[in-house]
């Protein structure tokens, strides 16, 4: 595809500085950006690049200082740099014509206008809703509803009765829905509690590849309007993770965790069961989280503390070794006084 | 589904404390329940709920006091409710009729009352015995066994020649027998070791989703019976899990490690390769185990400690700022000292 | 399979030390050993084994004392024990005759000479090259490039547009190309930035069951010749692995982190993103990166330190308790002495 740089500005709606007849083919990163390219610049450390970089073009934020490239200045750059994406390099998720065999049970509803990829298959008394896209090896247990425009990439595993909204990106190998690790009498005979419960999955909600959302038990685990799950994350039985959270990849959740909005968990942080987590708080990650947080708070660590404590106990940690010579000589010379 | 609760007391075999024709209509946690729900009370943490709760009857152990509300009496509640979920919510395996086609090679030996759904692959010399359910995209290897009544859900792969003994869960997602990690000169030229040995899972096992169990080399991994793995946990090659182990989600346990009976793994925790766990061992959540454990310890952190040292040393390490800030006075006065 | 001892000592180059006449019928590791078996021994730590072994046979390293048993001696036994596995366990990967479906759009490129599963999605316009394996469930999106000779085991996604090199090996349930976790205002609505880069997988490969390699935005995810990743790791977008690395599993490895040659990562550990790692770095399990590590260095702990530095942190840690006690004591000797 190739556009004039006006063209683009238009469409993004930002303010062109410089040539508007340049041709714009491709979208890139600004370090390897070339002719014909059009980049973007959000983190203002990166300003440097802006001098050096060879794109034709940039998406700038507002008040940057002059420089001599073409610019076209945005509210918010990364925003616009993802619309100009969408432009170029559209997707084209229809299956194939007719070839192939798909798996749809007796007494499933599927809407004419759900793309379904063979190999798919879909549990009686399952409901697709329209602009739903199914890829291959795709399973759809019993009694599951998929809302309108969602799309499941290939593997991905719904367990029965699981309700996904609108508009829901489920990646590769997914599964949602499997029973919770719930067992009587654990490390003696281990008897296995039915899971009756469900997942519900809000509207414009992301799933990460593999990651695993267990059913509650009894009740539902409910993962809220625009939240976004990363990759290999474990979200147990009954957990609540509140709208527009941001769960970062290999993160596990335990059991009846209820997360409030906005929460924004760090990489391989781990949080205990039945914790209560306040809206806008911040994880980092390996964080170790034994216990409620309130609202707006940042912890970090394993045990977690509070940010800027965990700053300075991490600081002090490394310098042990010498904290302990020094109470070693500390020792020696008081007991030098004492002797006196 | 409705019951009388007296007929729900004598399904259980307990003791009914009030009115026997009080109708039951679901099965609910304590805390969401309404009138016509049956719930229940393990925890003692949470004896007060049964004052507030709204359900119609609460299943609870034996020698509470007296409230006013319809009790069943049971030694264990939290069994008495599995038994109550898997009484009003049975679930429904069976694969549609004949619709759809599945993949069995010749050679393969599968029982007519096993439950094949469409999409599943069965190697040559397959054996799948009676009663198992193999969802679709089930990909079952040559010469895998599979014993009498195992689930496999959807998109589970067995590699070759693995042995699944009966009442198996398999959840979705999940890989037995992948190649080991195995390679000669590692960081060099990584020389691939062939990984020719099996896992072997004994009858009773559970394992969550998209849990990872590699083939040994040579010789076998070995799940025994009545193991419980939660989901996303990587199990290696050769390891031994001893029998109603419970291995929570997203544990590794690297190449070789022979855990005993009964032993309990928390979340995230990590175990080097060639350790020995004995009988009874409680490995804390995160925690990083080096060495070999004795039976009946309960160990936590990263390198790991006896579970009561490290709680001793964690409180310091919070402390360590303050600790400092001793030190660095203590210094000042002790040279105060000196120059008298 | 049985073979003389001697043709197997000629088949792998060794000298042969002993009976050449003898039986070899297995291979087994040196402590399940019986008769009739051959073994190795390649860690000293194990050469006491050579004596109590009930094997036939062993494969030994140059310079070992002489015993009275049958050896080869070969440069590197555990390569030795690679290459006689393949001989005594040959591997099938042949697809059954032509039993079952398999779903190929038109417009693909599926070489005559490779082995497609029934079950086996491919999208159009991808291309399949002479001997690659593709095993039941298998999702190959469009434009895919798979190279000669590799093999993706069940239940495996490849996203649009990847490329796979030569001889890789994708374990089940592997996702590539997957979409990065790039989001717009975080947090707060989350705006999802199209990812249009692809995944590059080079020549020799190996990954472990259900890892996740997300796609580069834009640009490439990029692995490299030779790289050995265990399972459940997570490879985020834009991220490079140089030659010959070793990841262990359920390591996470964030956004833009450049690793170089022969880097060695242990299990669980995790990197920030936009990291830089020199060549033959070694990073201990559990580790947390959070900075660029030179070439040649050895590090551990979360957050890292280097290696000998963290041994002595955490040999103080675990003494803390100690330590405050003997800070407590000095505080009130000195007091004591102040007041003189």
């Known amino acids: 595809m190739k556009k004039k740089l006006g063209e683009i500005a238009s469409f993004l709606g930002g303010e062109l500085v410089g ?23 959000s983190n203002p450390k990166y300003l440097k690049s802006i001098e050096t970089t060879n794109a034709s073009a940039i998406l700038v934020p507002p008040g940057r200082t002059r420089v001599d490239k073409n610019l076209i200045i945005v509210d918010d750059p990364y925003v616009a ?26 007494g499933a509803i599927v809407s004419k206008d759900a793309k379904i990829f063979p190999g798919v298959y879909i549990g009686q008394g399952a409901h697709i809703e329209r602009g739903v896209i199914l890829y291959p090896g795709v399973a759809i247990g019993r009694h599951v509803f998929i809302g309108e425009d969602s799309i499941l990439y290939p593997n991905v595993t719904v367990y029965r009765r699981c309700i996904i909204g609108k508009r829901v990106i489920l990646h590769a190998g997914v599964v949602v ?33 593999n990651t695993t959302i267990d059913r509650g038990n009894p009740g539902k685990t409910w993962i809220q309007r625009g939240v976004k799950i990363d990759n290999l994350v474990q979200v147990a039985h009954n957990v609540v993770i509140g709208e527009n959270s941001v769960i970062v990849s ?12 906005s929460v924004i968990i760090g990489g391989q942080a781990g949080l205990a069961g039945h914790i209560t987590i306040g809206d806008h708080v911040m994880i980092g990650a390996q964080s170790g989280v034994h216990d409620d947080i309130p609202a707006h708070q940042v912890v970090s660590g394993s045990p977690h503390l509070p940010h800027r404590q965990w700053l300075r106990v991490e600081a002090c940690v490394a310098q042990l070794p010498e904290m302990r010579k020094t109470v070693s000589s500390l020792l020696k010379r008081v007991a030098e006084l004492e002797k006196k």
């Open 250 to 261: 290999q993160v596990g959740i335990a059991g009846s965790c209820k997360l409030g909005k």
């Open 19 to 41: 040539d508007a007849q340049v041709m714009i083919e491709n979208i890139r990163g600004i370090d390897e950006a070339a002719e014909g390219d059009l980049t973007f610049i």
């Open 177 to 209: 829905g499997g029973d919770g690790f719930g067992f009587a009498r654990p490390g003696q005979d281990n008897v296995k509690i039915p899971q009756v419960g469900i997942v519900q999955i809000d509207d414009d909600v992301e799933v990460g590849a």
């Open 81 to 106: 740099f993802g619309k100009v994406l969408d432009l170029f390099y559209p997707e084209d998720h229809n299956p194939p014509e007719t070839r192939g065999d798909t798996f749809i049970e007796d």
